[in-house]
């Protein structure tokens, strides 16, 4: 079983900055990733890292957040810069483990992430 917890949001102006955290429990995570969940609208990939250190984001985002890993703390973490308020929403941390015949997926609950203009 994985547990993923999540930090690090909060309020911040247009064009700041914010570092989101995900520590997770348990091992053998092949890749994880957050999501954000805009008011309203569907859950949709921000950014993703698998266990090799490969990286891919939403085209939204790209040039502004960086998504990297502590291995050794089984940490991920989102560095969000130049934040925009369409940036606004829950931030979920996500992890897959790959399984013989099938894959696991698991979710943090989500920390909220407020950008006034």
């Known amino acids: 079983q994985v547990q993923l917890v999540e930090s690090g949001g909060g309020l911040v102006q247009a064009g700041g900055s914010l570092r989101l955290s995900c520590a997770a429990s348990?091992?053998?995570?092949?890749?994880m990733a957050w999501y954000r969940q805009a008011p309203g609208k569907q859950r949709d990939l921000v950014a993703a890292?698998?266990?090799?250190?490969?990286?891919n984001y939403t085209d939204s985002v790209k040039g502004r957040f960086t998504i990297s890993a502590d291995n050794a703390k089984n940490t991920v973490y989102l560095q969000m810069n130049s934040l925009k308020p369409e940036d606004t929403g829950v931030y979920y941390c996500?992890?897959?483990?790959?399984?013989?015949?099938?894959?696991?997926?698991?979710w943090g609950k989500g920390t909220l992430v407020t950008v006034s203009s």
């Open positions: 996500y992890a897959r483990r790959f399984g013989r015949y099938y894959d696991i997926d698991y």
């Open positions: 348990g091992s053998s995570i092949n890749a």
């Open positions: 890292i698998t266990s090799g250190g490969s990286t």
